[in-house]
């Protein structure tokens, strides 16, 4: 196989904001509890936060995470998670049919939020609940003090305003598993009118109205034109939500499924367009994917029947070289679409669909899925660069022709380096690429790692946690402005020029 790229800082896509490198800790399963919370653990600190996890998120170098939820988001009421943590009430969680202690709330988030080094990305409940806690929650976080809600919190321990920047306007509405799932229209008005509350407590907050929980949804389309339409003026981001798995044997469909995300992305940007010309509106909303990853969603099936427990093990996904190679190309996908797509949230962040596991009591380690993810925050910021591809492509049953290469260039702060993140979706044969880089004259040497494998399926576990790993591959060097590089079968790989 071969194909070509020129890369060429003419053509620029937009700056990245490294808040599409962001994360998600939803209170389900073992994310929280024996996830990033774990008192008593050996490496747990004063506030019962695992260090041993805490040095794997720093590796992510995650800018933005997610909080409280997701599904758990819209039963619950947050005013149960803070004071005195004996005095704070046991309730079932029903979204994931767990027992919800209450031992974290928003200020044991805070904290270990900042020793994460990530800010916040709050979520109010607009399913069992409405404008009126909405504010108050705004209220408790980011006003200074003097009013009831603000001084609870400096009783509580924080006597600075939190200052969080980013709320999100509930979970999934538009999901009949929802709690309080609603039609677009009525969720629009409450969206519009929490939205302007929350506002009225803090101008500076920048909010994300709720989408389409993913692109096959039967509303999709309509609920974000409904929505935006009742709800444009006071947003500024729409979410959008994404899952993938390998449906049978089918690898080609699953390896292209950065085809549908892309698909996905063009059309929320559409739509939220036509909604800003139908209602003269002058500002451009950008997108907030704040939920995307691989997940399994099949093996996991028949969990909403397990009895309700305490942080359960629930949809704790392994992950794959393959897995890795899609997640990688997911990324590029995002960053293909940097002057629009401004947060991103992998879902979730450990334990749960995630890059890092733990055992309770035991050790933490990075899933396939890891690497990608913490090269691409690592080296992914800067500008994005469109390059022009030439690549042979094949046919899959899921997305129709694919081109077999996906790649995106970022020119780094620098000006002058330049990261090429590039995806062989060919499972079997390796792809020639020949890279012309003739407008970057100064570009002469650079690495290139990969992740690729004899076994595509292989993962890591407890007691093989490097099992799957980047490699480093020859060198490439640049001659006459151009290079040439050997991309793996099946590979992701990140190619680093100076
Ligand atoms: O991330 C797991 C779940 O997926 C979230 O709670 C929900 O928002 C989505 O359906």
């Avoid at 108050?136 to 980011?142: G, K, P, Q, T």
């Avoid at 099949?298 to 359960?312: K, T, V, Y």
Wanted: charged share 25%; glycine share 8%.
């Amino acid at each position: 196989l071969s194909a070509s790229l020129i890369v060429d800082p003419a053509f620029r896509v937009g700056a990245v904001d490294p808040r599409i490198y962001g994360s998600f800790v939803e209170h389900l399963g073992r994310c929280v509890y024996t996830g990033i919370y774990e008192p008593g653990h050996p490496t747990a600190d004063a506030d019962g936060f695992r260090q041993d996890v805490l040095e794997l998120v720093r590796g992510l170098d995650v800018p933005i995470v997610r909080y409280p939820g997701g599904n758990f988001v819209s039963a619950y009421n947050w005013e149960d998670g803070v004071g005195p943590a004996a005095d704070r009430p046991t309730r079932i969680d029903l979204a994931w049919r767990s027992i919800e202690t209450n031992q974290v709330g928003v200020d044991e988030f805070q904290r270990w939020a900042g020793r994460a080094g990530a800010e916040t990305m709050m979520a109010v409940n607009l399913g069992t609940r409405g404008i009126d806690e909405a504010r108050a929650f705004v209220e408790y976080c980011n006003h200074p003090s003097g009013t009831a809600w603000s001084d609870r919190r400096r009783a509580n321990g924080a006597s600075d305003p939190y200052g969080i920047k980013v709320w999100c306007l509930g979970n999934e509405m538009d999901g009949p598993w929802q709690i309080g799932h609603k039609t677009a229209f009525d969720y629009g008005r409450l969206a519009a009118e929490a939205g302007k509350a929350m506002r009225l407590v803090d101008p500076d907050i920048e909010l994300v109205v709720s989408g389409s929980s993913h692109s096959r949804m039967p509303t999709f389309g309509t609920w974000e034109r409904v929505t935006l339409t009742e709800a444009y003026d006071v947003v500024d981001h729409i979410s959008m939500h994404g899952y993938y798995q390998q449906h049978g044997d089918d690898r080609d469909s699953f390896l292209a499924s950065a085809v549908d995300t892309d698909r996905f992305i063009d059309a929320v940007v559409a739509t939220a367009d036509h909604v800003r010309a139908v209602g003269r509106h002058s500002k451009r909303l950008t997108i907030a994917f704040d939920e995307w990853n691989v997940w399994y969603q099949s093996r996991f099936a028949g969990q909403e029947n397990l009895p309700i427990a305490e942080a359960p093990a629930l949809i704790e996904d392994v992950y794959s070289v393959t897995d890795a190679v899609v997640v990688g190309n997911l990324l590029i996908s995002l960053l293909r679409h940097a002057d629009r797509v401004k947060i991103g949230c992998q879902a979730q962040l450990v334990n749960v669909i995630a890059p890092i596991m733990t055992a309770k009591g035991g050790p933490a380690w990075r899933q396939s899925i890891y690497h990608p993810y913490a090269l691409t925050s690592r080296h992914g910021r800067g500008t994005v660069l469109r390059p022009e591809a030439k690549s042979p492509s094949h046919e899959t049953a899921a997305h129709g022709e694919v081109p077999l290469l996906d790649a995106v260039a970022v020119l780094q702060d620098d000006d002058r380096s330049v990261a090429l993140f590039a995806v062989n979706r060919d499972q079997h044969e390796p792809m020639t690429l020949d890279v012309d880089v003739r407008s970057l004259p100064h570009l002469v040497t650079g690495e290139h790692l990969a992740i690729a494998d004899d076994d595509p399926d292989a993962v890591n576990d407890r007691d093989h946690p490097d099992r799957v790993a980047p490699r480093r591959l020859a060198a490439p060097k640049v001659d006459g402005g151009r290079l040439q590089l050997v991309l793996p079968p099946l590979s992701w790989n990140l190619i680093r020029l100076t």
